[in-house]
């Protein structure tokens, strides 16, 4: 007998508005993560804070979010799918006005902590919804529906903040999200249904404890460990001991306790355990990119923000496109060769980009981000549905809270990683560079004859040095998209490890 979905829609009718109601709750929530990002000089001015201050604007999301994140599972089943949604969406939108009409730093601050409280099961309840409403049949063309919002969320992120900023103020990027959650709202309440209430489930508390500590400590070490040049840092190695530490525990409870926080029996499911680095591979390649364009462009091309949405919006378009193309091909192709095709269109992607330099024309920086808008198109709704598949209904809420919280996580390590690179092979590159600038250096030796430098002169050595380290930061960059590109690639064998999609049956 074929188990049936908790919550599945009765027959097909409400699906589509389903479906856009569960996009808009993604796709808000995934806004949230970057759009903020753009409008923290402007915040820092309006209230009087530090640069160092206002990275809690940031902080205080992010764990928040990764802390709760887990928690989604069985508060969907003590209180009902579809009333943690509501109240989820809810929060989350009464937390972005109070985050838009905040005055001082500690206000905004705690703000963002609580909209990331209800932000973090979001996503995860979205992504359950739709695989409970589908049938199997249909499940690949609603997970490439969901993965728009996913995908699509963190790219137009910087391009809206960035123009909401410049023509309206910091504020309206919290603001926009009243109507965005009016209208989820109204979807959610009109045609999601209910799910049962499990009365009898017990809750984890020194598990969650554990999980909490473990995951609030490795976001904060991430978020701050550059600035605090890392393990240098006594908060850091705190941070560090107190992650590793909580995990341990986490783990020995997990393995001998009865009724656990994070059920075991989900990871010997093969497709979703290796869903889990899939995903985690995705979030460092969405996230960590766009970490890295926007400063290139603006700091070392001089493009205005405004502009640098613009060119960067086509990598939106290009995960668009393919998104549809997967959505129709869904149940024709096998999802792993999608998801492989998608991987060596992303690698290709940042290959390309290893060869970007300061001269080169916008169109340069259109094409890789159409490359790579169309690879990561081409992996996420395959990877959503081969992930599932073969996981029994029951732990759709847990399991897609995990798909979550590893994107997140893969993010979080993915922006650190690529920023402490950044500034490590920016400082390494400005040694080697300056090697040569002596004597023996003839096109140094000609700007000096032709008076286009003093080397005499304090403001002579400035500018050589502001070239310098120019060329070390660009040199920099491309650095990064190359270990990026063989992140990509070191996934691709993994595509062979996935079950056949043809060979999948559902749970009895």
Known sequence: MTAQAPGAAAGGQHRVL???????????????????NVALPHMQGSMGATQDQMSWVLTSYIVASAIFIPLTGILAAKLGRKRLFILAVIGFTVTSMLCGASQNLEQIVLFRFLQGVFGASLVPLSQSVLLDSYPKEKQGAAMAMWGVGVMIGPILGPSLGGWLTEYYSWRWVFYINLPLGLLTWFGLAAYVKETDIDHERKFDWLGFIFLSVALGALQMMLDRGESLNWFASSEVVTEAVLAAGSFYLFMAHTLTFSHPFIEPVLFKDRNFSLGMVFIFVVGIILLATMALLPPFLQSL????????????????IGTMTSIMIVGK????????????????????????????TTEMTSASIVTTGLIQGLGLGFIFPPLSTLTFMTLSPKFRNEGTALFSLMRNLGSSIGISMVTTNLVQQTQANHAVFSEHINALNQTLQQAVQNKMVDLQSSEGLAMVNALVTKEAATLAYLQDFRLMMWITLAALPLVLLLRKPAALTTPT
């Open 18 to 36: 389903v479906t856009l109601a569960v996009m808009l709750a993604t796709t808000v929530q995934a806004l949230d993560t970057t759009i903020a």
């Open 301 to 316: 091309m001089g493009y205005p923000i405004i502009d640098i949405g613009l060119v960067l919006a086509p990598r939106g």
């Open 329 to 356: 091909a869904a149940n024709r192709i096998d999802g792993r060769y999608l998801i492989a095709t998608g991987l060596v269109l992303t690698a290709t992607s940042l290959h390309m980009m290893t060869q970007f």
